[in-house]
């Protein structure tokens, strides 16, 4: 089993920046990826971006050029940097790993608004 903690969510102006963290625990060996996904009021979750064990890395169209995923294998955490956010960012983001035996686990999510 991996456990997942986001942290780093909040409120912040349209323009403005945030850096989500993912700190994974528990069988942290059984990771083949992970990544970050994102659900808004009333619609289905989406993906955002991910990064693979070997550090390579897919985002949305929609975020391109503007957040940045990476990891720290040390502290076995993942991170979101948020730049130039815009209010249809405004979402519960959710951290996801995906094991080598296909299996995923979820983070709680955390909330990030951006107001215009």
């Known amino acids: 089993q991996v456990q997942l903690v986001e942290s780093g969510g909040g409120l912040v102006q349209a323009g403005g920046s945030l850096r989500l963290s993912c700190a994974a625990s528990g069988s942290i060996f059984s990771i083949n990826a992970m990544g970050w996904y994102r659900q808004a009021p009333g619609k289905q979750r989406e993906l955002v971006a991910t990064i693979t064990s070997g550090g390579s890395t897919n985002y949305a169209d929609s975020v391109k050029d503007r957040f940045t995923i990476s990891r720290d294998n040390a502290k076995n955490t993942v991170y979101l940097q948020m730049n130039s956010l815009k209010p249809e960012d405004t979402a519960v983001y959710y951290c996801?790993?995906?094991?080598?035996?296909?299996?995923?686990?979820w983070g709680q999510g955390t909330q990030v608004t951006v107001s215009s």
């Open positions: 996801n790993a995906v094991l080598k035996n296909g299996l995923r686990s």
